[in-house]
């Protein structure tokens, strides 16, 4: 059961439109909100008028931030800043509705409640706010001048944090290297846009004095600890379900979004259910980005491609808040390092506050930045030493015997930075081979340049840090009718939790898959964990999983043995029985031994626990490294230098893998936002920072005529960190596709020198930068 | 001014009052009830919401409710509302994983639909075109392009309806 490829069980309701979403929850009497929003990126507050729209028809409620009394709160620091070396952290969250002064464009300014939504937007329409605009900080590499604007004036600059890490000695390294490389190199802002926008829907129940939400969010239990602590209320007064979720990929994990600790306090405050929906524009401007940083780096190299050390230094794009703390450029600082063998690593950043809505993390989370930074360095000193790419990676692998493998910087799960394990040539090899490398380079390419094909081949590694702490949970019972209950924390966007886990308990307790049925992500089932983001759903969540099943897996054994007279090792578990190994006709059922676990009369022994159920939790010392090559040829048209991919190779080593249809999926879904975030998407924003692609005409998400078919290739390295050896796998395919393109480019550009600094590109971008480097020729 | 609109939606009759401005996307999900139609956008790009007037697909984000008047409308529950009994087109998309949080995919479906009726035996490159209106954010396509391969393979052995698809699609569930 563990490693099949099994169909999964949600679909039949995904497919026939019978999951619940969010804005699926219907309430008799519900109320619809809007929110009436900055148009400014920075801005005072001169005055707030609200009297019109409180007259306009259907309106219940309008709330400005001083309606909101002693509720108005600054969200809390949801990741505190990590033990490293060296740490300032201007801590700087934001206040439900704005008082005083603007900050990003999609600010919320005003909360009105209405009959419906459409009667809710009218009324925001005659929201009158006068405001003072303010010079706006907009690009990173301006926030720290000495004029610069303060976003935060008690800060005295546009300082978020500042970090320094180091490993070894990089002053060293680049005394004795024979070659030093250095580059700028830029990755700008992009954003995730799941296709379900953010919701939150919250009844109030007066004489139960309970309050249900429904929130298209990452993390429910957190929500509901954080919702019952603002609101007064105790954690059991409060159940939060993250229903079927659209798409999250990081964004639906930032907490608290204004709006979700505003709705449940107005539908509190108005005994009256509510719901507010977000907009695919208020997603724009009001939902997380991410990327959005600018690189100093060198690497110090000796002439036969030994890596001595390596030098960053950078600016992060933060935002006008850092509630989410630094665990972006934290990620990027870490994953930098990739499967290479780095003795001296000196990097530094600057997290610097803007006039744009927050960065927190979106797939890939940081590591995108990091891998493009040191799979660009390796490219150019390769051609600078006149050695082979992929030799060059090649001769700087860790290898297989030196894990686990200590990088003794700060992680972003505040652990030194470990490799649990890793074996990387096979993956290079693979990669390498599945895509044709040698017979490209020697004869296809050649020929196919020869007949005027503007052509190139690409091939880069990465390593990501998967499954972190701090932990999960699974309470796994087997009911009286013989079914199987699974309920965990972790809710699900689509990652096919549903299935997964039920293959694990399948698989512990040896039952059909149809026998067990799975929960996630409503806290009336389960109250114990954090949420799904860092690749963990399987690694953390699934470990509990298989952790608990093995315990109710020791009880119906124990129960067997008792009824049947043998000992516990003699009993197995199979088709829904217990039964004696060797022994065909002795069995008993489980949905037996649940019923006499559950007794209505009669004494059990002292210590009996009822039911044939248990609890388990699973924290991993640390994460789990994983590891991948991507692999790519790609044809330019010299016309209009759109880029079509002809190959697409990924091969992928998370361990022991679980499913291998849900895994590829996962896969292709990155590497589709990979090429997303490499050659279509970038958020555009002018000098005032209003952002001038906030729609789906103008801000490109790749179509079934962009992404390629992908082939898909895996190794499988087990981790030592959890009973089934897994590691995460949701984030590989986006991580690495940036350098992929930037290096298959160069490839086809490489009669004129092209060598590309920055991500994202677009067919207009690619261009400049080829006419720069015909020009400089 | 409320307008009297009459439609039918997958063979049932409605009749209801409406603002001119509803749009029919939110009349089919929040008068009727229909919640399998989806919005993404609400500006006609990502195609979630694309629903079946008179047996061609249109976005129903950029459809006025008054606009569907005296016509009919299919939606995914009219494909299968039933996860037990799905139509050959929704168990392909099953056996292929063509979906992950399936909130794109009841668009999908009701492209892909009359797209079928069309062309049973489509190249992967038309398949590709005939779903470059609808986005998907989780799959990168392919096991989308997968599943229409396979729904239309069921289309040409004669599979049509819900009833002659024997998979075992439901078989298992969920709490």
Known sequence: MIGARVKRNEDPRLLTGQALFVDDVHIPGMLHVAFKRSDYAHARLLSVDVAGAREMPGVVAVYTAEDLGDYWQPSPLLVPPPPAQYVVFNQRTAGQLARDKVRYVGEPVVMIVAESRYLAEDAADAVVVEYEPLDAVVRVEVGLDEDAPLVHEDVGSNLAAHVIQTKGDYASARANADLVVSRHFEYDRGTAAPIETRGVVAQWDQLARHLTVWDSTQAPIPIRNGLAGMLGLSERQVRVVAPFVGGGFGPKIMMFYPEETLVPWAAIKLNRPLKWIEDRLENFVAMTHERGQVHEAELAITKDGKILGIKDVFLHDNGAYDPYGLTVPLNTQTHLLGPYIVPHYYTEFKAVFTNKIIVTPYRGAGRQHGVFVIERLLDAAAKELGIDPLELRRRNFIHPDQFPYNNVIIAQDFTSLTYDSGNYEPVLDRAKAMIGWDEFRAVEGPRLRAEGKRIGIGLVMYVEGTGIGPYEGARIQVEPTGKVTVVTGVGTQGQGHYTVFAQIAAHMLGVPLEDVLVSTGDTGQFNWGTGTFASRGATVAGSAVHAAAGMVAEKAKRLAAEMMEAADEDIELQGGYAQVKGMPGARVSLSELAARANPLRGAVKPGTEPGLEATAYFGPPMQATACGAHAIILEVDDETFDVKVQRYVVVHDCGTVLNPLILEGQVHGGVAQGIGNAFFEQLAYDESGQLLNASFMDYLLPTSTDVPRIEVGHEETPSPLNPMGVKGAGEAGAIPVGPLYAQALDNAFEDIGLEIREIPLSPSKLWELVEGARKRR | ?175
């Open chain 2, 1 to 175: 001014m409320d307008h009297v609109v009459d439609v039918e939606v997958n063979g049932r009759g409605y009749t209801r009052d409406v603002e001119a401005r509803l749009l029919l996307s939110d009349f089919l999900r929040h008068e009727l009830g229909l919640t399998g139609t989806h919005v993404g956008c609400e500006h006609g790009v990502c195609g979630a919401c694309t629903v079946l007037l008179d047996g061609v697909p249109v976005r129903s984000c950029l459809t006025f409710a008054v606009q569907a008047a005296g016509r009919s409308i299919m939606t995914v529950e009219g494909l299968s509302g039933d996860p037990d009994d799905l139509h050959p087109l929704q168990s392909a998309f099953h056996e292929a994983h063509g979906l992950q949080c399936g909130f794109c995919t009841p668009g999908f479906l009701m492209t892909l639909l009359p797209f079928l009726e069309e062309n049973d035996d489509p190249t992967e490159q038309e398949i590709r075109l005939a779903l470059s209106g609808n986005i998907c954010r989780c799959t990168g396509y392919q096991h989308i392009v997968d599943a229409v391969k396979l729904a239309a393979a069921k289309r040409r052995a004669g599979l049509t309806t819900p009833a002659q698809e024997e998979d075992v699609a439901g078989e298992a569930g969920m709490l």
